[in-house]
């Protein structure tokens, strides 16, 4: 297994005001291996922003430690803190650019922090303008750029001082579908290519089913679910995973039937009839409640959920029919969408 890079440990956040204490985080124990990419995942206000912060200490725990390569960040001097973040990267949703300065001297800003030579700073960062593919942008500003134009200036800014680490924080929620996913194989390149592990904080799904390995499930300050992508994905166990994760919408809360079945397709040819085939052989027909698949590389991935027939004979044709052919299915009742409300 590979070597812990960030393990937290009994880690609490309360946040102390006038109005109250509001606790951010509870008990959260996690451990991210060197070179993965680790998904945090929860709706808003669940505390997965504050845990991020936590992580570089840019937020102080109340409680618990946070190791960085085994070392306590909570020991640290202030010069030393400073000194372990050069290896902790982050990006925002918000980009964080500095409006004042070019492409080139803000992702130079770090490193003239750390007081790095003129011509290395600027070495380095035409070096990280071909990687992020915006070496002809070096002299533009950003109000000259798009929204993902910017946040390949942020990440190659948050990889200027050759972290081991690169925090992401809703990094793509600003972003349309299609810069996305460019947004998204850039991270998976840098990560494949540079070594660099990668944490992602998002209320997305599909960003997590996208580029990490294993995610953490946070509802309510607390850690509730912990896996490989694709079991959470494919059984998830708590109230929140199966609300991020299942369906929702009018097709399935009015659905009239008591059973269903969910079905996951995590890489069958995209050209299999599934369905049709299933009817056909089990001769009875069914309802699609819903449907959530895409097509990569002519595999099919995602999942529908279907309304089963009333006879019971003809539920269990359909299961057998689904186990033969290798189709990951789990059956429902009616009120699947409950978890949704």
């Known amino acids: 297994m590979a070597k812990e890079i960030i393990r937290i440990i009994g880690l609490n956040k309360t946040f102390h005001s006038k109005q109250g204490d509001v606790v951010a985080l509870k008990n959260v124990d996690l451990t991210i291996h060197e070179g993965e990419i680790f998904g945090i ?22 409680e618990g430690r946070i190791l960085f ?7 640290l001097s202030r010069k030393e803190l400073l000194h372990v973040r050069r290896s902790i990267g982050m990006i925002f949703q918000g980009f964080n650019l ?17 007081g790095w030579p003129k011509q290395k700073m600027k070495q380095r960062a035409m070096e990280l303008l ?38 992401c924080d809703e990094a793509t929620s600003a972003l349309d579908p299609n810069t996305t996913d460019a947004i998204l ?11 660099v592990t990668i944490v992602v904080i998002t209320h997305e799904m599909r960003v997590i089913e996208r580029i990490c390995n294993r995610v953490a499930v946070i509802d309510q300050s607390e850690i509730v679910e912990l896996g490989e ?15 991020l994760i299942l369906p929702k919408g009018e097709g399935v809360a009015h659905m009239a039937g008591s059973r269903c079945v969910r079905i996951v397709f995590d890489g069958m040819s995209s ?13 009875t027909p069914v309802n699609i409640l819903f449907a959530d698949t895409k097509n990569i590389d002519g595999k099919a991935f995602g999942q529908m959920i279907l309304q089963l027939p009333e006879d019971e004979k003809a ?14 299915y789990k059956e429902e009742t009616g009120d699947v969408h409950t978890a949704n409300a």
Do not use: W
């Open 98 to 114: 500095l409006e004042q300065r070019t492409a080139l001297k803000n992702i130079c800003y770090p490193m003239e922090i750390a």
């Open 229 to 243: 992508v694709k079991e959470v994905f494919l059984r998830p166990r708590s109230a929140i995973a199966k609300q």
């Open 271 to 283: 050209f299999e009839p599934v369905i049709s085939n299933m009817t056909l052989e089990c001769r």
């Open 130 to 167: 071909e990687i992020v593919g915006l070496p002809e942008r070096a002299n533009a500003y950003p109000s000259q750029l798009s929204g993902g134009q910017k946040q390949r200036i942020a990440i190659a800014r948050a990889l200027a001082t050759h972290p081991k680490v690169l925090l």
């Open 315 to 328: 539920i269990e044709r359909i299961k057998s029919y689904l186990e033969s052919r290798g189709i990951v």
């Open 185 to 195: 194989n850039l991270l998976k390149e840098i990560n494949l290519n540079m070594g």
């Open 41 to 62: 995942i929860g709706l808003s206000g669940a505390g997965k922003s504050t845990l991020v912060r936590c992580m570089n200490f840019l937020e102080r725990p109340t």
């Open 69 to 75: 390569d085994d070392v306590n960040l909570s020991t």
